[in-house]
């Protein structure tokens, strides 16, 4: 069974520019979930998608983004880049409902990311 | 609001010593999961455990054992006879089991284990 796939393994773009991360979840699996990983506030929430639907999202701005396709891989996009984006980008793929609501949650190797 | 805690920044250890990383929690939800992940440095965040808070039996899995404590809000993980190739960094993270939930994380336990 294939893991969580998450591409480009690394990116390194300039302030201000827009940068689009993807992530093609395990087989099956209809929920996809982003996090951000900074060594400063540790690894935090962005959103969560399940059937093409955002259905959570954490305390990000709006340069972040992101949709979910109908196979349910998911994109997320940062507009007008800043330093601080500088990150670990990481995705989790989960069944996303019923009695495997809260199964688990299987990570890809993630995308870092580097704003310069 | 939930808030996990792993008061452990990094730990060292010589190879076959014993070690416990500490986790807890704060929720205030009735029933929720916890749950125990490993990060090497490839960045990938490897899923090692999920307890049910209605489950308070410590799990044991080869060198791996996890102590849940729900009157202390603890969940615990000791490696026994640790190896190089444990180092890696360690997080506790929870989310109620209430609908479609997110994952909140500690901020890791960076552990490293010398030959």
């Known amino acids: 069974k294939a893991g969580v796939t998450q591409t480009p393994r690394y990116l390194i773009k300039t302030r201000g520019q827009q940068v689009t991360l993807s992530c093609s979840p395990i087989s099956g699996h209809r929920s996809v979930s982003w996090y951000q990983q900074t060594p400063g506030q540790g690894l935090q929430f962005l959103f969560e998608y399940f059937s093409e639907t955002q259905r959570n999202k954490g305390n990000f701005p709006g340069r972040f983004s992101g949709r979910q396709f109908s196979n349910s891989r998911s994109e997320m996009n940062v507009s007008t880049l800043e330093l601080g984006d500088s990150a670990l980008y990481l995705c989790?793929?989960?069944?996303?409902?019923?009695?495997?609501?809260?199964?688990?949650?299987?990570f890809g190797s993630g995308t870092r990311l580097t704003v310069v | 609001a939930q808030k996990v805690t792993q008061a452990q920044t990094e730990i060292s250890v010589v190879e076959k010593e014993d070690v416990t990383l500490d986790c807890v929690y704060e929720?205030?939800?009735?029933?929720?999961?916890l749950f125990w992940y490993k990060q090497p440095p490839s960045g990938e965040l490897v899923f090692l455990i999920r307890r049910n808070s209605f489950d308070e039996q410590n799990e044991i899995s080869g060198r791996y054992s996890w102590n849940f404590q729900k009157s202390t809000s603890s969940f615990n993980f000791t490696i026994t006879a640790s190896q190089v190739v444990d180092s890696a960094v360690y997080f506790c993270?929870?989310?109620?089991?209430?609908?479609?939930?997110?994952?909140?994380f500690g901020k890791g336990t960076m552990l490293l284990v010398s030959p």
């Open positions: 929720t205030r939800d009735t029933t929720y999961y």
């Open positions: 989790a793929s989960s069944p996303g409902q019923g009695a495997n609501l809260n199964y688990g949650y299987t």
């Open positions: 993270a929870l989310t109620p089991n209430s609908g479609y939930s997110t994952l909140t």
